[in-house]
């Protein structure tokens, strides 16, 4: 159905002028004049900046795109809050504008508009026969192919699947861009997960996407995710030499884009549970504070730092307008600085580091949120101004009728802008010192030859006649020179199908490292991807290129000297049949120099983590000659995590780390450590008594500890006793005493009971003994933690609470004691009684209520309630607010699970970015947090075979562990010691937060949330 209402709409096009949108945006003022705006802009001596277009002939420009003419492309997104249940006018919808300067005055004097009736329209890219729109849930692609600006026909839904996060609207598929290997890239945020595909394609053969950059082949119409992590990006580019980098928000800024990569993310949860570490970013800097949190680099406060935390639009320039210290550098804009922020790449390692330049452009203009940069025919940068206010765009509302296009030029002598000339040639292009020029003699020649490919038999001598045509002034690839010019003819001939057979694998052997990367890259182009999920997909056709290649790159991952190089083939490894990968994983952990790498160790092992499925074994022969500690450890913990299956492959790698140096026997020792975690008995591998032995005589704490400790875990008594020992020996040092008693409470330990009752009395070892006490359905034990909460350190309350709530005869000796004033009400929370009201326990409920309260559960009381509190907090009464006791109640309600100005836990969203300047949306959020769950948050709760009950959101899972997130900590549980699990379509955050606050707690909690930065405590 939708397909269809996109079809009809689509023909709604021509020059007809927009009815005014409304504009949604509360906060006061309006943007500054488009001229005083630009003129008020500060940028280095030489720079200008004009206006090329702005409101009423554009507005909310979000995307734009170039044509061979020399015309820019324009993506009008009016559609953006709908997503957020705004009550919009049902016929507002996106549409696209093309602008031309034809007499090169810097100010256009053409606009058309395109198409129009679109939605969610955040991403268009231009090709010689029509133009590609990202449109979530789907890529479309509109026909023009006579380029009369009027489309051929309706719109077609080349991929689907793209997730339209309900949660948020920036978080969404964008940033259509064509590569440097004729492949169209694409962007999408981590909170926006899709399954995507081609219409029509199975649930089973779709590819799932989680995040960060993939693309799309137009003619084999094949979709790859190429990595995922990161939060939200929105900006992307490559160097001259082929390499890719984007920018992000919130958790690092800047990123070297590397195939097959796991990186960081700030909320959501990596879809491969083997990847085990996840890579942070390229930068060796942060726009912001960072001992203070991303939230406080606002409202001027990071301006040394480079302006805070979001990033949208990216270009490395390589034009020929500015001056030459100017090339090659990055441009990001700042939204929170009001700039553009420049960076300047430097090689480090296997790949690059982003070093921070003096800020570029600085804005004036309240209104300044830019969303895109891009360079033009004439080398000069144009940036597409969203016009507006608010964080992330829409939680103020949208101002939509207002939009500018600024451009950036040097005073030094002006090129005429316009498009390329109208041939077939493509040398002189090679060169040019604007790629603008390159990049769209490519398309139109690529346009040509796929004219000429899809008239069969009729277009293929003319088919030849053109490769050999292009292909006669290069001579050869194979000679000497610039290497970003070669790699220029590289692509464009790879593009056109007119390389040699021979020719690429010859550049294998290149003297220049960024020829070598490329060979790699276009030799293994059309090899199946790993997914990112670590599944790997069939390649039968293409199983006699790979044999031939892997004993190539193999000796290259042992031999080559560039870092780069080989980080190439580590991606590359995700491409290559699970058996051949060995070989070049081999070469690849040879290097040494290689171990404090920020991205070798890390690729290496998403490469290796596969064979693990099929040939354990492989893994064994890459560990014994491995000299990276983090993949020596993950090698561990991936064959560890199998050994009650398939014990050979663990049992053959401590046979090896028995006869190895110690900080061999040290990775080998975490690796089982971090395997087994949460498990409480498994079979001792037949090689364990010898390694244990050689732990045991070793000085190293880092070795004997864990050695220890998996002895336990085997089932060694004499290790037990001595465990025992410690844990109860009050001259050992308490975090030793620590690790002793959770090796007691996880091995079971016969007198467990008995020690806990002692230790629960222990500051600082009672947290641990409440953990210990809590396996026993025992009221002896609940009235001994209840009646020692005193004794607990008042850092570790929580968890003293959080083990009373774990059965329902601890719930009751709680109450119990709250009845008889030893424990302050205060100190439970809504989460914790609604803990209690799930074990369904009519007597305890009854308790609870007259104890603690009831919960307000009815969507009918919820409503109330927000109705009462947004009559009672009227902006008088919140002005009356006394914020640092606000901040002092949110310290002891909410710090303990979420993050805002930097400080509190990051166990649900972080607020400083949130629209908690909005009554409305606090008061939804905090009264009825269940109404709009991300998939991250929803809250399962967890049933131990052992009467213990558990609420949280899983953080990650594998066949023998679950992983639960709670209010306190990150708890894993052995799969086999679960009796059920229930998830409800809830938020971890309980309702009713505000039930145990006095009416000024209320006010002074909510006004402090409202208020734009932190208030000292009082």
Not at 264 to 287: E, F, V
Request: glycine fraction near 8%; proline fraction near 7%; include cysteine.
């Amino acid at each position: 159905m939708r397909g269809a209402w996109f079809v009809v709409l689509l023909w709604s096009t021509g020059s007809a002028g927009l009815a005014a949108p409304p504009n949604t945006e509360t906060t006061p003022g309006s943007p500054m004049p488009a001229a005083e705006a630009a003129a008020t802009m500060q940028v280095p001596d030489g720079f200008k900046v004009t206006v090329f277009a702005a409101e009423p002939d554009v507005q909310n420009p979000i995307a734009c795109s170039w044509d061979s003419r020399g015309r820019l492309w324009i993506a009008e997104n009016y559609t953006y809050e709908r997503r957020r249940g705004v009550d919009l006018p049902g016929d507002l919808h996106d549409r696209v504008l093309i602008f031309e300067d034809r007499d090169n005055d810097d100010v256009h004097d053409q606009r058309t508009v395109f198409a129009d009736g679109l939605d969610t329209l955040t991403s268009l890219e231009w090709s010689p026969g029509g133009l590609y729109l990202m449109c979530p849930p789907n890529l479309l692609f509109i026909p023009d192919a006579d380029r009369d600006d009027q489309p051929d026909g309706p719109a077609e839904v080349v991929l689907d699947g793209f997730t339209e996060p309900s949660a948020n609207n920036h978080n969404f598929a964008n940033g259509l861009r064509w590569g440097p290997d004729g492949w169209l890239y694409g962007r999408c945020g981590a909170s926006a997960p899709g399954e995507v595909g081609r219409p029509g394609t199975p649930a089973a053969d779709r590819i799932p996407l989680r995040g960060t950059i993939w693309r799309y082949h137009p003619r084999t119409r094949v979709f790859e995710a190429l990595s995922c992590g990161c939060t939200n990006p929105w900006g992307h580019d490559w160097d001259r030499h082929g390499q890719l980098f984007f920018i992000n928000t919130v958790n690092g800024h800047f990123w070297h884009h590397i195939t097959g990569n796991h990186m960081k993310r700030s909320h959501t949860i990596d879809p491969n549970p083997h990847s085990y570490q996840l890579m942070d970013h390229h930068a060796d800097h942060w726009h912001f504070d960072t001992t203070g949190g991303w939230g406080k680099s606002r409202h001027g406060a990071a301006n040394e730092f480079g302006g805070g935390h979001a990033h949208i639009g990216m270009i490395i320039y390589q034009g020929d307008n500015w001056p030459e210290e100017y090339r090659h550098n990055v441009y990001t804009v700042n939204m929170h600085g009001k700039r553009i922020n420049r960076e300047i790449l430097e090689r480090r390692g296997s790949g690059y580091v982003a070093k921070h330049a003096p800020d570029f452009l600085i804005a004036k203009d309240p209104f300044f949120r830019a969303l895109e940069l891009t360079t033009g025919p004439d080398g000069g940068v144009f940036l597409l101004d969203w016009s507006d206010t608010g964080e992330c765009h829409e939680n103020t509302g949208v101002h939509r009728t207002s939009g500018r296009i600024y451009k950036i030029t040097h005073s030094r002598v002006r090129k005429p802008g316009g498009g390329i000339a109208d041939n077939r040639v493509l040398y002189p292009y090679c060169s040019s010192p604007n790629a603008w020029h390159y990049r769209m003699k490519v398309l139109e020649i690529r346009d040509d030859i796929h004219r000429l490919e899809d008239a069969g038999p009729a277009g293929a001598r003319d088919l030849q006649t053109l490769r050999t045509r292009i292909r006669r002034p290069f001579e050869s690839i194979m000679v000497a020179g610039d290497p970003a010019v070669r790699l220029r003819k590289l692509w464009a001939l790879h593009q056109f199908g007119a390389l040699e057979p021979e020719e690429l694998p010859a550049l294998l052997g290149d003297p220049r490292e960024h020829v070598r990367v490329w060979a790699i890259r276009l030799l293994t182009d059309h090899f199946p991807l790993d997914t990112v999920e670590g599944k790997r997909r069939e390649m039968a056709p293409e199983i006699v290129s790979a044999i031939r290649l892997a004993s190539e790159f193999s000796r290259m991952a042992e031999d080559d000297g560039s870092a780069l190089v080989r980080l190439t083939l580590a991606s590359t490894m995700q491409r290559l049949p699970l058996r051949l990968r060995t070989g070049v994983a081999k070469g690849l952990v040879s290097h040494p120099g290689d171990a404090g790498d920020h991205n070798l160790p890390l690729m290496i092992w998403y490469g290796l983590a596969p064979v693990a499925e099929k040939f354990p074994d492989d893994l064994v022969e890459v560990a014994a000659g491995c000299a990276l500690p983090l993949v020596r450890k993950f090698i561990a913990r991936r064959l560890a995590e199998d050994i009650e299956t398939n014990p050979k492959p663990i049992d053959a790698l401590l046979a090896i780390a028995a006869e190895k140096p110690a900080a061999f026997q040290r990775d080998i020792l975490a690796g089982l450590t971090e395997a087994f975690r949460g498990w409480q008995k498994a079979p001792a591998p037949a090689s364990w008594p010898k390694l244990s032995e050689a732990a045991a005589k070793s000085p190293d704490p880092h070795i004997r500890q864990p050695a220890r400790d998996l002895a336990v875990l085997f089932g060694d008594g004499r290790a037990l006793d001595e465990v025992k020992r410690i844990a109860l020996d009050g001259r050992e040092p308490v975090e030793t005493r620590k690790a002793a008693l959770r090796s007691l409470i996880k091995a079971r330990h016969p007198e467990l009971k008995e020690i806990c009752m002692k230790l629960v009395e222990t500051r600082f070892l009672n947290a641990v003994a409440a953990k210990g006490l809590t396996l026993f359905d025992d009221p002896a034990a609940a009235g001994k933690l209840a009646g020692s909460f005193r004794r607990f350190h008042h850092s570790e309350y929580h968890l003293a609470i959080e083990a009373l709530v774990s059965r329902p005869v601890f719930a009751a000796a709680l109450l119990d004691q709250i009845a008889a004033g030893k424990i302050p009400r205060s100190r439970l929370t809504a989460f914790h009684a609604r803990q209690i009201r799930s074990f369904h326990d009519d007597a305890l409920t009854a308790k609870l209520s007259a104890v603690w309260g009831d919960l307000r559960d009815t969507p009918s009381d919820k409503k109330r309630l927000i109705e009462v509190l947004k009559q009672q907090l009227d902006l008088r009464a919140l002005a009356a607010a006394d914020l640092g006791e606000g901040r002092k109640v949110y310290n002891q309600v909410c710090a303990s699970c979420h993050k805002l100005h930097g400080e509190g836990k990051s166990i649900g969203p972080d607020l400083t970015g949130s629209g908690r300047s909005n009554l409305d949306y606090l008061l939804g959020n905090i009264i009825d947090p269940g109404a709009e769950v991300s998939a991250d948050y929803r809250m399962t709760v967890v049933t131990l075979k052992d009467g213990r009950t558990l609420n949280g959101f899983i953080r990650s899972q594998n066949k023998k562990t679950l992983t639960l997130q709670t209010m306190t900590d990150a708890q894993t549980l052995a799969k086999e010691h679960i009796a059920g699990l229930e998830p409800l379509p809830v938020s971890l955050m309980p309702a009713g937060l505000l039930d145990t606050l006095t009416s000024k707690q209320q006010r002074d909690l909510l006004a402090y949330l409202m208020h734009p930065t932190q208030v000292p405590l009082p």
